[in-house]
């Protein structure tokens, strides 16, 4: 599975994105360290997510380390390949509600956000394999079924959701992304999910 370029172009830009531009341009080193996580079939939405983790947990420590590379991933990418593959073993017999309880009010207490919910998780949970001929389809779904959820979320934010575009388009714009490129609409699609999600706490990533 040969990463696009569009795919390194998004790596890349995330990773510009979260150091706020100050490491935009990737070294030899993490070149070998895509062509490692690619040589293993790592999907690039994976490390992306694994990149998230990473920098997250970063931003709560007193004295971060100053030299961030994209090895210091590994830990995080080699997390989010096993909880997937967790996720494919286990199937739909989980329970869908499964998160619900930390989500904030009132989207908590909202019947339709919570069945969007649990339909998210219910497709999300059974994945066919990769070589099921249904397999696209099914992707298809759950992105759209999680896209209903966060649509819901973003309606009970109401005018608070303004103050969180404005965030995001400041911040992709330092990282000198290209408003309306192919790279700063994938860009703007998951920060915009992860900032929704943050704001009612939602577990998007199965948390």
Do not use: C
Not at 9 to 26: N, S
Not at 102 to 125: N, S
Not at 176 to 184: F, I, N, P, Q
């Amino acid at each position: 599975m040969a990463y696009t370029r569009e795919e390194k172009d998004w790596l890349e830009r995330e990773w510009a994105f979260r150091a706020w531009g100050r490491a935009g341009l990737l070294s030899t080193d993490d070149y070998r360290q895509v062509l490692s996580w690619e040589a293993a079939e790592v999907p690039m939405d994976l490390v992306v997510s694994a990149l998230n983790a990473f920098f997250d947990r970063r931003e709560q420590k007193e004295k971060p380390r100053t030299f961030v590379a994209l090895k210091h991933l590994d830990r995080d990418v080699a997390k989010a390949v096993k909880l997937r593959e967790a996720i494919v073993r286990a199937g739909p017999a989980l329970d869908l509600g499964k998160g619900w309880e930390q989500v904030q009010a009132p989207l908590r207490d909202d019947p339709a956000a919570k069945a969007a919910f649990e339909a998210w998780q219910r497709l999300r949970l059974s994945v066919p394999s990769p070589e099921s001929a249904g397999y696209l389809a099914h992707h298809d779904q759950e992105r759209e079924a999680r896209a209903a959820l966060l649509a819901l979320a973003e309606t009970v934010l109401g005018s608070g959701a303004e103050a969180l575009r404005t965030e995001l388009r400041q911040r992709l714009e330092a990282s000198d992304m290209k408003e309306g490129s192919l790279v700063w609409k994938r860009a703007w699609s998951h920060h915009w999910a992860r900032l929704v999600g943050a704001a009612w706490k939602l577990p998007l990533d199965g948390g």
